[in-house]
């Protein structure tokens, strides 16, 4: 019997826009492969749209909040409809860039320092020494991220608008030079690793993410054969140590510059990245040998509950 997939996208984050054109590759790929896919944009009844389709798999295409932070994980494993990505622990996790980077650390996976602190704090004085980056601690995609550069004397000014709509707390690390660094998990294996080179800039920025031909992606990444292993082995363990399942991404900084520090931080894990026609993920499973629709293919049939 052919499965029958909804493939849930939009959604209410900030992300939206790019959730619709994950979601959008993705059904037209699983069509492809002879699923039946229906296509929810999700609102705020999707546990009633859900039950009213009872749907054989749910293709979690969403990003951000209310999708990738354990909340939709959560209603659908009450509803007992076998999803893809990783479950409710992990996914809330992640997402919480702060605490995931506490896991990730006691684990071995080297992070960059930062302090978590309230926006207006961070707007009325450098609570690092500049350069330092500034992010929300629960958004992806880039969204919101403020790079303070070293020449920079008053904090972000724009954190202190009352319209900010990114939340309250944001992380705020030391800026590590180099190096734009990306390797994917499926399942147990860790793919190649991918230096990432905005076209327009220095700054991997959510333009840069999703605008064609914003950045230039190296695949191989031209780095030595023991930092190339060492970036798949963080990968891998920055997954396992977050509980993470099926396909995730990690992001990292490395300094090889001729006078740089030689330093190599995770960024922080996605446990849905973007799988759109500009995206990391699927490049690098075509690198593996993997056309996206067997991509695609591997993450419905691995999907389950009590992820």
């Given at each position: ?77 009450m ?29 071995g996976?080297?992070?960059p ?5 309230h926006?207006?704090e ?13 992010k929300p601690?629960?958004e992806?995609s ?14 972000p ?28 998990v499926?399942?147990?294996r ?17 333009e ?36 993470c ?19 190599l ?8 990245p973007g ?33």
């Amino acid at each position: 019997m052919t499965k029958h997939v909804a493939v849930l996208l939009g959604g209410l984050s900030a992300e939206r826009e790019v959730s619709l054109r994950t979601g959008a590759a993705c059904a037209d790929a699983l069509e492809g492969e002879g699923y039946r896919v229906t296509r929810i944009d999700v609102g705020r009844d999707i546990a009633q749209t859900l039950a009213a389709l009872k749907p054989d798999v749910a293709f979690n295409a969403l990003h951000g909040r209310f999708g990738e932070d354990g909340i939709v994980q959560g209603i659908l494993e009450m509803m007992r409809i076998p999803y893809t990505h990783s479950g409710v622990l992990a996914s809330a996790l992640a997402m919480q860039k702060d605490r995931a980077k506490a896991v990730m650390a006691a684990a071995g996976v080297p992070v960059p320092h930062g302090v978590t602190v309230h926006r207006l704090e961070a707007a009325q004085k450098h609570v690092l020494e500049p350069p330092y980056v500034v992010k929300p601690v629960n958004e992806g995609s880039s969204v919101g991220v403020i790079i303070v550069r070293e020449e920079r004397s008053h904090p972000p000014q724009e954190l202190s608008r009352p319209d900010w709509p990114l939340g309250d707390m944001m992380l705020v690390e030391k800026y590590v030079a180099g190096r734009e660094l990306t390797c994917a998990v499926m399942g147990d294996r860790a793919l190649g690793v991918i230096d990432i080179q905005p076209a327009a800039g220095v700054f991997y920025d959510y333009e840069a993410k999703y605008a064609k031909g914003g950045s230039i992606h190296v695949l191989p990444a031209k780095i030595s054969p023991n930092i190339y292993q060492l970036v798949q082995q963080l990968a891998l363990t920055a997954h396992q140590s977050l509980g993470c399942r099926g396909v995730s991404r990690a992001d990292f900084r490395y300094d090889d510059r001729p006078d740089g520090t030689g330093e190599l931080v995770c960024l922080e894990v996605n446990t849905q990245p973007g799988m759109t026609e500009t995206s990391l993920v699927p490049e690098l499973a075509a690198h593996a040998g993997m056309t996206f629709g067997g991509l695609v293919r591997w993450m419905v049939e691995d999907a389950s509950c009590d992820r």
